[in-house]
């Protein structure tokens, strides 16, 4: 239950309109910053992977388990847990595993392949941590429990008008457009979120003090979340002149200490200002931030009227975020339900996300990934937090995913005298050879055993020219084989 048992009583002073308006900036402080306060460290995982000549190695470390799962983990892993490196605290596991046998050590799933051509062989690696559950199903929740906080804010803010033709024209408003428009405002911010994610899974926006130009990163961020300004813009939340100036803000990546007072007095402020002034002409909301006392106090008197008020009541019977079961104890007085968090995004904290880390040595840059390549170390690394499905802040867990290409040095400098394919042309070979039928395929193989035996890829231009044809059948060579084949490297 959401407990505002303590919460003071507001004077009938504080309870105006227009000062309930002001309570939106408050209510949504309330509940984001509940969610930083917590006890203990969260649950960590850590995974390491390599090729290994029998088997993808992977390697598993945790800070905490229990005996039960050490047991699972034991027999899945065939040996005994040893310690993390430097002495953390918890266990370590390694083993070797086939391609479609990874284990699940947590409830994760995941998907390792490798094909092998002539030249070299492509990798593909896929892993998802968090519980297994309807995606649709978790999202939907979130959205009803969104609207609901959404509906009784209404509610509440209707209650301090005394005027009903301004009560009405604000039920108008709110329905019409204030409801609509943020339902259709975080749906947009959480879709942009999970492409975001999707492109880069541990993407974070730099801290203020560090300078530097745009990454291709954060260059992306820019382009996932401008339509949301453009958005605003259509809605006439903002001016397209404040739009502007918000999209130029931090063009450069980075905004300094003045820049952002003077965003907050000349954008944010007056754009808050403008928005309360249009449902109560001359109020003024006051700065944005923690200082804003009356700010605080009127979030406070929403969460004690949603414990307390009957209004809020008929707003959760009308909601389908009520369970059917919380639903009877209201109808029958007992207020001692579990609200869920507006959008997920729990009231008290919630439950501690999963902090999951993947180090993947490829010895290759991968050609399709949404992980961050060191080549210094020759890794891919994935790294994200990962919620409970009724407390996510996106759509979906993240996919880990890298697909990259090894070289068969020997066999393509016996052919060519050099390495010529590599990453995204090594694997369009791996490929092309796949959709050769039995015939050509043998033939293919014929022809490369004589262009390694005499050092020369001439052998292989008739075959190619052969495939190349204009029938539906064909399968004509990658541009980067031909080039390759008929001397135009690189072309």
Not at 254 to 269: C, F, M
Request: charged share 25%.
């Amino acid at each position: 239950m959401l407990n505002c048992s303590r919460v003071p009583a507001v004077s009938s002073s504080e309870s105006r309109f227009s000062d309930g308006l002001r309570s939106t900036g408050a209510i949504m402080a309330l509940c984001v910053g509940a969610g930083l306060f917590g006890g203990c460290t969260n649950r960590q995982i850590k995974v390491e992977m390599q090729v290994g000549a029998d088997g993808p190695e992977r390697t598993f470390e945790t800070n905490r388990t229990d005996r039960a799962e050490i047991g699972r983990l034991s027999e899945t892993y065939e040996t005994s847990p040893s310690r993390r490196i430097d002495g953390r605290d918890g266990v370590r596991f390694e083993g070797v595993f086939e391609e479609r046998d990874l284990p699940s050590e947590i409830g994760n799933r995941n998907g390792w392949s490798s094909l092998e051509g002539t030249f070299g062989t492509s990798f593909l690696y896929v892993e998802q941590f968090g519980a297994a559950r309807d995606d649709w199903g978790a999202f939907r929740d979130r959205m009803n429990a969104g609207e609901l906080w959404i509906r009784m804010a209404i509610r509440f803010f209707e209650s301090r008008i005394e005027d009903e033709e301004a009560r009405s024209e604000w039920r108008r408003i709110a329905n019409e457009e204030l409801l609509p428009d943020a339902m259709s405002a975080f749906l947009r911010f959480n879709a942009g979120g999970y492409v975001q994610q999707g492109q880069r899974v541990d993407t974070r926006f730099r801290p203020p003090k560090e300078r530097g130009p745009r990454s291709d990163d954060e260059w992306f961020q820019l382009q996932v979340f401008a339509p949301l300004v453009a958005f605003a813009v259509e809605r006439s939340w903002i001016e397209p002149w404040e739009a502007q100036l918000v999209l130029l803000s931090s063009i450069d990546g980075w905004v300094s200490a003045g820049e952002r007072a003077w965003t907050r007095e000349e954008l944010a402020d007056p754009i808050v200002k403008r928005t309360v002034q249009k449902f109560v002409p001359g109020a003024d909301p006051g700065e944005i931030g923690p200082s804003n006392q009356k700010l605080i106090l009127t979030g406070l008197a929403f969460l004690w009227w949603v414990n307390t008020s009957k209004e809020a009541v008929e707003v959760m019977l009308e909601s389908p975020a009520i369970s059917d079961a919380d639903k009877t104890k209201l109808r029958s007085g007992n207020r001692s339900i579990d609200l869920p968090g507006p959008f997920g995004i729990p009231i008290g904290g919630g439950e501690r996300p999963l902090e999951s880390e993947v180090i993947l040595r490829t010895d290759a840059e991968p050609f399709l990934t949404n992980g961050n390549w060191d080549e210094s170390l020759g890794t891919v690394s994935f790294g994200t937090r990962v919620y409970p499905a009724d407390q996510r802040r996106r759509m979906t867990p993240p996919v880990f995913h890298a697909s990259w290409a090894v070289p068969n040095d020997s066999m393509q400098a016996s052919i060519f005298g050099e390495v010529v394919f590599v990453g995204q042309d090594l694997g369009e070979c791996v490929f092309w050879e796949r959709t050769l039928d039995d015939e050509s395929s043998e033939a293919w193989s014929m022809a490369i055993e004589t262009a390694r035996r005499v050092g020369s890829p001439e052998a292989l231009r008739e075959i190619l020219d052969r495939l190349e044809g204009d029938e539906v059948s064909s399968r004509p060579a990658p541009a980067s084989l031909r080039n390759a084949v008929f001397g135009t490297p690189g072309a």
